[in-house]
Nanobody, 118 residues
Framework: QVQLEESGGGLVQPGGSLRLSCKAS?????????VGWYRQDPGKQRDLIAG???????TYADSVKGRFTISKENAKNTVYLQMNNLKPEDTAVYYC???????????WGQGTQVTVSS
């Protein structure tokens, strides 16, 4: 079992920035793991927007490339999502996910609301 603790959501104006944090109860440095950030609008599916593997490989959704940056601190078992130049369409609940790539077993955080509005 892996527990994930998310923080950093909130209300921000368009063009503003937020940083989300996801602290895992297990090591995130193993090559067989990936921690990702997903987001979900009401009534829609949960989509991957950024992910980082244990050995540092990174992937982004096209919608956030150039604006969002995912990073991690292995010593703290924490993954960050720096979100810049936020847009109203970035409004969603953001979820952290921890996955074992070999088996597909994965765990979810409780979600944190991000609202971009003037």
């Amino acid at each position: 079992q892996v527990q994930l603790e998310e923080s950093g959501g909130g209300l921000v104006q368009p063009g503003g920035s937020l940083r989300l944090s996801c602290k895992a109860s297990r090591s995130i440095s193993a090559i067989i793991t990936m921690v990702g950030w997903y987001r979900q609008d009401p009534g829609k599916q949960r989509d991957l927007i950024a992910g980082i593997t244990g050995d540092g490989r990174i992937t982004y959704a096209d919608s956030v490339k150039g604006r969002f940056t995912i990073s991690k601190e292995n010593a703290k078992n924490t993954v960050y999502l720096q979100m810049n130049n936020l847009k109203p369409e970035d409004t969603a609940v953001y979820y952290c996910n921890f996955q074992y790539l070999s088996s597909g077993t994965n765990y979810w955080g409780q979600g944190t609301q991000v609202t971009v509005s003037s």
